[in-house]
């Protein structure tokens, strides 16, 4: 009687399939770590999630991190996007902030003052470029304290990255790396049982019976 082998290609599919699973993982957590940041806003216990976007995509309202050394800051900061190229930005002393003369809805800013200066501003963003204010318009060193530097505008190429308080940046990565745990973990299944049903052949004795022997 033939011996009997073990199914080898069977334990070389199911190792493929558990070292795809591990590969979504990893690449997921990698992506992950390069795009996704949590900072901790200064007098707030909680945290920001910031993913990494390009300065174009950059959009009014967004809360955006931006490294601005003409402003004389060091690392990142957070600043909101207020006016994108082509935008006229204005705003009285005791007025709120408008854009193309519409005024802003703006819930975020702190104690809802939307000046916090004793002289208002008119500003026309030029193409490429964006102006920004912080939430505490009380106290934040942003565009308004820069109007003599292309108007307070900064290039779109100083975001890194936008923030959200919300964890919607973090569905995408959850859902690869959840079915990337469900791939390793169904390859490792069948891996393992392909091998235990590799362990056992049969082979040839003096009598002419077949007999189960254990594979070493």
């Known amino acids: 009687m033939p011996v009997r082998r073990p199914n080898r290609k069977g334990l070389i599919v199911w190792c493929a399939v558990l070292a795809a699973g591990l590969l979504l993982v990893v690449s997921d957590i990698i992506a992950f770590r390069m795009n996704i940041r949590l900072y901790s806003p200064t007098g707030d216990d909680g945290k920001i999630i910031a993913e990494r976007i390009e300065g174009s995509q950059a959009r009014r309202g967004d809360l955006v991190v931006v490294d601005i050394p003409q402003w004389e800051f060091r690392g990142p900061i957070m600043e909101r996007v207020i006016g994108v190229g082509g935008d006229r930005v204005t705003c009285a002393v005791e007025g709120k902030v408008m854009v193309n003369g519409t005024p802003l809805d703006e819930p975020y800013v702190l104690n809802g003052?939307?000046?916090?200066?004793?002289?208002?501003?008119?500003?026309?963003?030029?193409?490429g470029r964006l102006f920004l204010l912080g939430d505490n318009?009380?106290?934040?060193?942003?565009?308004?304290?820069?109007?003599?530097?292309?108007?307070g505008t900064v290039p779109t190429s100083v975001v890194s990255a936008r923030a959200t308080?919300?964890?919607?940046?973090?569905?995408?990565?959850?859902?690869?790396?959840?079915?990337?745990?469900i791939i390793a973990l169904g390859g490792l299944i069948g891996a393992v049982i392909a091998w235990a049903k590799g362990r056992r052949r049969i082979v040839h004795v003096t009598s002419g019976i077949a007999v189960p022997h254990n594979w070493p």
């Open 165 to 181: 308080t919300g964890t919607g940046a973090l569905i995408p990565y959850s859902v690869f790396f959840g079915a990337g745990l």
């Open 137 to 151: 318009r009380i106290d934040s060193f942003d565009s308004r304290f820069h109007l003599r530097m292309d108007q």
């Open 113 to 127: 003052v939307s000046n916090g200066l004793q002289r208002g501003y008119d500003v026309t963003v030029p193409p």
